[in-house]
């Protein structure tokens, strides 16, 4: 059973940085990409970043204009986790951020969710 779990949300004020993990199991890490969503109150969950790019290019994380150039993901193969460094934190960044696998598609499986919140 695929199962993702994520942690390292919070609170911290503007301009600060986190770190999200999401630790994954239950299936091969590293053969379907892993992405990262989130969802403010009352607005559209976003697809924020993702392991590889749209074209399946894993030199070539795919990352939403609204986080490029301030989050990061990356991956440690030898603890099945993905990671979503994220600095120069603003309000708008505030929600739940999900990890899913894979990145897109009818097959998706979600973790629980982490809060970030970031107050200005």
């Known amino acids: 059973e695929v199962q993702l779990v994520e942690s390292g949300g919070g609170l911290v004020q503007a301009g600060g940085s986190l770190r999200l993990s999401c630790a994954a199991s239950?299936?091969?890490?590293?053969?379907?990409?892993i992405g990262w969503f989130r969802q403010a109150p009352g607005k559209k969950r976003e697809g924020i970043s993702c392991?590889?790019?749209?074209?399946?290019?894993?030199?070539?994380?795919f990352y939403a204009d609204s986080v490029k150039g301030r989050f990061t993901i990356s991956s440690d193969n030898a603890k099945n986790t993905v990671y979503l460094e994220m600095d120069n934190l603003k309000p708008e960044d505030s929600g739940v951020y999900y990890c899913?696998?894979?990145?897109?598609?009818?097959?998706?499986?979600w973790g629980q969710g982490t809060q970030v919140t970031v107050s200005s």
């Open positions: 239950g299936f091969t890490f590293g053969e379907s990409p």
């Open positions: 392991t590889r790019s749209r074209e399946g290019d894993e030199n070539r994380p």
């Open positions: 899913t696998v894979p990145c897109e598609g009818w097959n998706m499986r």
